[in-house]
């Protein structure tokens, strides 16, 4: 039951205690590659860290998306995460705590969603970190379209188009490239990713128990956000082919897409969607591309950043050039996921 006496069905002892009960269980579980950061709960690090001579990735928000953001902390990808409360975001303390955890000696990238309570807490744990003599540089990720016109991208929210943010900063940093380095590849490479998603089905936040929209059963929400934000369209439901094609359109046309360019693609549940969907939907992906002569170079299909259990979906579209192809196929693993 929550305070209002609604039962919920979830795993739970205490509603307010889900985020540090599940950050115990993920620790007890993977001890021997991730850890608890000295004085903070909820930052968590490579058990090898920090990794002398190396820039080290940083990132953080709210709980609720796994394996983003602590699900990438491993090889190749990310060096530390810290995490707040489901859907808000960590605090500038615990940031630090990562921070100076990791740090090599040749600085740290934070690398986050574009939301404003994240900004806020990071750019103040990088002042911080600063005042200790540590360097730091900022990327945040702004990937989906829905959320505000090409015009205007510096407001666009960061969703699952991160994940390809992990995948070259980190390989990018395993060269021994500089910060300065580092950062400008991973912004160009965020340059050429764009996403959008669709809900189904809502999801439901334990502190509250209430879902976090309503929709009728055979209506879908396009464009929503991974905190359960509203989308641009709310329409009747229809066939894998239809709801592939109307995610990928703005995607490809804004990407300015071309026959003999070459892409990955990433189909990523929402939390709920079962793995044998997701592939139906990566097979309408695939015909929809190869229609057009535009090759995909390596595809992902599964769970990359969730909202709780929401229902639905997003395709995120990654243009590639021969670089980002190398740190693509860089060699990556965290307890979460085998790249």
């Known amino acids: 039951m929550n305070e209002a006496g609604v039962c919920m069905k979830k795993i739970l002892n205490d509603a307010h205690q889900f985020v540090d009960e599940s950050l115990d269980g993920i620790l007890l ?22 990794v002398q001579g190396k820039v080290a990735i940083a990132t953080g928000g709210g709980y609720g998306h796994l394996p983003t953001f602590l699900g990438y902390v491993g090889q190749g990808l990310v060096d530390g995460a810290c995490v707040g409360n489901v859907f808000s975001s960590p605090s500038a303390d615990a940031m630090l705590a990562v921070t100076r955890a990791i740090d090599g000696g040749s600085g740290v990238l934070y690398l986050y969603g574009n939301y404003f309570g994240d900004s806020m807490n990071f750019d103040l ?10 360097q730091v540089e900022t990327v945040r990720v702004a990937d989906d379209v829905a959320s505000a016109s090409l015009a205007e991208r510096q407001k666009r929210r960061g969703v699952a188009g991160i994940f390809y943010g992990y995948k070259i900063a980190g390989a990018c940093a395993d060269t021994g490239a500089s910060l300065a380095e580092v950062k400008e590849t991973t912004e160009l490479a965020l340059n050429n990713v764009r996403t959008m998603g669709m809900g189904f089905s809502p999801c439901t936040i334990p502190a509250s128990g209430k879902p976090t929209f309503d929709i009728a059963e055979d209506e879908i929400e396009i464009g929503i956000g991974i905190h359960g934000e509203p989308g641009i369209a709310r329409q009747k439901t229809g066939t894998a082919k239809e709801l592939v094609a109307q995610l990928l359109t703005p995607l490809v046309e804004e990407l300015e897409l071309s026959a003999e360019d070459e892409v990955s693609v990433l189909v990523n549940g929402m939390g709920s969607t079962p793995l044998e969907e ?25 769970a990359y950043a969730t909202s709780l259990e929401m229902a639905g979906f997003s395709l995120s579209i990654f243009k590639l050039n021969d670089s980002f192809k190398k740190y693509l196929h860089a060699p990556a693993r965290t307890p979460f996921v085998k790249l």
């Open 29 to 50: 579980a993977h001890s021997d590659v991730l850890h608890r950061v000295e004085g903070d709960p909820r930052a968590i690090v490579r058990q090898d860290a920090p």
């Open 125 to 134: 744990a990088a002042e911080m970190a600063a005042d200790e003599g540590i």
């Open 278 to 302: 997701l592939y139906i939907a990566y097979r309408e992906v695939h015909q929809w591309l190869f229609d057009k002569k535009i090759h995909v170079d390596r595809p992902f299909v599964g």
